[in-house]
């Protein structure tokens, strides 16, 4: 059966008339009159309200969850996305467009546009009773009927300011593209208004719903226009004309075509600064993990914390909205806070355990599809952190050895055997630091030395099969085949590329099998859980090897591992993944390109792009990097140096970054041109997470040095 709505957008944030929703009128707020009046609307099936997810619009959501109307919260800048969401979400097949500023809006009215399209949908793309030029319903009364798939097309292909803010846009301004037709009134009324832009179109339907009251009439439009022309009712007249509210973002529209190269304006933090300062009486540094930390992102210019996320976006305590691609570090790799997930989680929680006292059989569920999907894994068993997984993979590679040295390559968590080999080195014994080795990736010599330097004492060579550069020269199968030549244990430190370059690791789409692999991350959208798996005679070890804690088992993340795995190949997300994280590399590239700035380039494989500065005009990478993120940032991009793409980010979220890359580059490339890098930049030095020793200046491997978490 076709599902049809009516969608009412609606936001606190109106420029010209905040709040306007909750003005009361009748004791009720705005949104409820509408609401109430729209219940007899005949043609539709529910009534569906969509409004942002920023904390500013909670009085909103709360309204209409007292009249337990269904409501999406979604994007506050591109509205069409939300609105888009807020459809897909409900599975609705026909909507009709309903704008908030509209109170009086007539059912009948709603039900005559809809009808029109109901009787033959081939017949007609967009039917609305409002389309410029000479509509004749009055301003006030709007209804846009469409179909889901014509939404979707809008959603995929409008790129304009414009057709972002004004939904319908996209299908009216191209009338050679669609086939539109309007539905008119029996007179030519378009010069009544009852839209409430302004404070004093207020007064205009306080009056006409206190007349109705009283007359005890429902207010349809032949009796508002009937009052409308009692020269008795004495209304006051507008001064206000049709299409206002369009200007501004029609204006953006011809910006959007120039490059900006202005600074953009500071964010309003007063209450996430507020939140932070307590925080840091409360907790070292302020987070729980060194990579969340304020030095990673420009401190002083952006948000310190976080108050909510869904999809590709999240919030900071001010309402202030950001298209992420840190993935919370990588791991939501369907999108914040996915629903699907969430439920399979709770639903475990509710239903079967959260925490079981024996093994469950979804231990073994998971097993068995962590077996079908990875090359190397014969047994499997579970962490929290990625952490957990590679430290057991390197005890079980000393017990199955004897040997105690390790070789590694790459960032493997904070245990004392790999930390102690970095920069961050405090408090681990000398002894165990001088047990770990690293080595280069790609550059199979100084792997050589460090067996050749250590004949029979490496138990285990552990490395990220690949990082922001692919493996050259066979490096892969030169590391495995140097292991076996010296009997030291393989292992793929898979916790990034896992689930996110194939289903099956790095290892599948290179085709290099380790011994032992370890995955984590993104393998359960956001719930902690971490792998180790490999070679039977090796994961066997753990029948004496000690890796064993009290959450090991904790049910309601297993289910959401489960549901991930499924939903990562019912939709095909890597391939999808990979082709937004190629346009976000190569757009980049092109943007920089078009600007002549040949010291920032977007690298790495498709499915992990990274941004990288080299030092120009005096300054270095990290001050470069550092302007370009305070840019970004205010422009509603939240990153670090490396850029995870989710199934959340649509193809218009890629679209939307890369023009704010390009004109973030652009205010970069003017301060190296004037010597403003430093003057411009309002807030900290981003610092990296682990100092690289080996050189004075970060540059060349600050991308290296910001991954670790
Ligand atoms: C490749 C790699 N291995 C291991 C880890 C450690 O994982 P966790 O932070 O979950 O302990 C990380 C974390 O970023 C990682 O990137």
Redesign the pocket.
Known sequence: MVKKAGIIQARYGSTRFPHKVLERVDGKPLLQLQWERLQRAKTLDTIILATTGSPIDDPIFEIAEKLKMPVFRGSERDVLDRYYRAAKHFGIDVVARITSDCPLLDPAVVDQVMDVYLRDPSRFDFVANNTPPSATFPDGMDVEVFSMSLLERAWREAVKPSEREHVTFFFWKQPERFKLHRVDAPEDWSHYRLTVDYPEDLEVIRRLVDHFHTTNKFGSLPEIIAYLRDPAARLPKSTHVFGEGWQPSLQQDALADTVQTVKAPALKLQKTEAAWKRALTLIPTGAQ?FSKTPNQFVAGVAPKMVARGRGSRVWDLDGNEYLDYTLS??PTLLGHSHPEVNRAAARCADETFNCPPLPHVLESDLAETLRRLIPSAEMVKYGK????V?TAAVRVARAYTGRDHVAFC?????HDWHIGATSRKKGVPEAVQRLTHRFQYNKIETLKKILSDHPGQVAAVIL?PVGHTPPENQFLEKVKHLTQEHGAVLIF?E??TGFRIDLGGAQTFFGVTPDLS?F??AMANGYPI?VLCGRKDLMEQLEEVFFSFTFGGELPTIAAALKTIEILERDKVLPYIAQQGTRLRDGFNQAAKGLSIPFARCVGMDFWPEIMFDAAGGFSSLELLTLFQQEIVRRGILTRAPLFVSAAHSPCDITVTLRIFRDALAVVKLAVQNGSVKAWTEGDLIHPVIRNESSPDPAPNVIQQL???
Do not use: C
């Open positions: 993990t570090l990588g952190n990625g952490s957990d590679t790459g960032y493997h968590g904070w990220e430190d916790i990034i370890t984590g991350k971490s991954h670790p978490s």
